[in-house]
């Protein structure tokens, strides 16, 4: 079983940058393929971003692409996504997810289908 719980959403001006948290607790987390996701109002839920199990490989979307940054530090059992150069339509609440299959190519790690642990979410409100 594994838990998450994300931090660092908030209010930010086009333009400016925040840093999301996700903690997960559990043992799983060493084992498991980690993305962010994000639903803003009358949308579905989105990709956004993932990392393998070893970090060696980040995955994006082609909206945040050069923009965001998605990283993982095993020891901490956190993700993180440091988020610049923010935009009005990346307004939206932000949430973690597990994957335990550990598995990570660029289809997989889109479908939400294949996350088996969710937080939360954050909410992201970027003002113009």
């Known amino acids: 079983q594994v838990q998450l719980v994300e931090s660092g959403g908030g209010l930010v001006q086009a333009g400016g940058s925040l840093k999301l948290s996700c903690a997960a607790s559990g043992r799983t987390f060493s084992t498991a393929t980690m993305g962010w996701f994000r639903q803003a109002p009358g949308k579905e839920r989105e990709f956004v971003a993932a990392?393998?199990?070893?970090?060696?490989?980040?995955y994006y979307a082609d909206s945040v692409k050069g923009r965001f940054t998605i990283s993982r530090d095993n020891a901490k059992t956190t993700v993180y996504l440091q988020m610049n150069s923010l935009k009005p339509d990346d307004t939206a609440v932000y949430y973690c997810?597990?994957?335990?299959?550990?598995?990570?190519?660029?289809?997989?790690?889109?479908?939400?289908?294949?996350?088996?642990?969710w937080g939360q979410g954050t909410q992201v409100t970027v003002s113009s």
């Open positions: 990392i393998s199990v070893s970090g060696g490989s980040t």
């Open positions: 997810a597990a994957s335990r299959s550990g598995v990570s190519n660029t289809y997989y790690v889109r479908g939400p289908h294949n996350y088996n642990y």
